[in-house]
């Protein structure tokens, strides 16, 4: 069975700097996707990126960027510029390609703190 | 706006009472699941579904129940309410595979349950 592991419960990050949050998946797959969500105090469970293991190319959405390393299979997530409305639970998870049965697997999350 | 309609957004049960909790998308997605999400414990599956008149359990299904009628529709159901279904519980849909589609899931907005 597949497995996300954050090795990290909770992280802070004074405002404007650089944060790096930790993922390790364990999967004997070769084809799957990873993603990476948001939850703030609001409990909504918002996407921030994904990225899909056969491409080599790293991820960006605007401030939020990953470290995919697939042989590793590591898949951190770099928030620069941090904002205080980054503040949240950040959640990584993991989803097989196939179809059918393939439900998204998550960790247990790392609550990010910034500080003003 | 499309998206996973889930209610109802807080409820209060006693012990040995039962409940439905309703989630609805008008995405068209084949896939569909319940979480609960506890303290420390990451989003744990409760059941899914990967077509109308397709269920299954997840890694907790005890205590709850499923049905999909439709492709639309996908509610929980508990059967007698204990203190241990204590919990947020958020209902989420996606496409049943990738495709270089946006694999990920959409999320309703979560019910807060208590049992007292």
């Known amino acids: 069975a597949q497995t996300v592991t954050q090795s990290q419960p909770e992280m802070s990050v004074q405002e404007a700097e650089t944060v790096t949050l930790s993922c390790t998946y364990d999967?004997?797959?070769?084809?799957?996707?990873l993603f990476w969500y948001k939850q703030p105090p609001s409990r909504q469970m918002i996407l921030v990126i994904r990225q899909e293991a056969y491409k080599q190319q790293n991820a960006t959405e605007n401030r939020f960027s990953v470290n995919f390393q697939k042989a590793a299979k590591s898949f951190s997530l770099k928030i620069s510029d941090s904002q205080l409305g980054d503040a949240a639970m950040y959640f990584c998870a993991y989803r097989a390609s196939y179809s059918g049965n393939t439900p998204l697997v998550f960790g247990k999350g790392t609550r990010l703190s910034v500080i003003a | 706006n499309a998206g996973v309609t889930q209610t109802p957004k807080f409820q209060v049960l006693k012990t040995g009472q039962s409940m439905t909790l309703q989630c609805a998308q008008d995405m068209n997605h084949e896939y569909m699941s319940w979480y609960r999400q506890d303290p420390g414990m990451g989003l744990r599956l409760i059941h899914y579904?990967?077509?109308?008149?397709?269920?299954d359990q997840g890694e907790v299904p005890n205590g709850y129940n499923v049905s999909r009628s439709t492709t639309e529709d996908f509610p929980l159901r508990l059967l007698s309410a204990a203190p241990s279904q204590t919990s947020v519980y958020f209902c989420a849909s996606s496409y049943s595979y990738g495709g270089g589609r946006n694999y990920g899931y959409t999320f309703g907005s979560g019910t807060r349950l208590t049992v007292v």
């Open positions: 999967t004997s797959e070769s084809d799957y996707y």
């Open positions: 579904s990967v077509g109308a008149g397709i269920t």
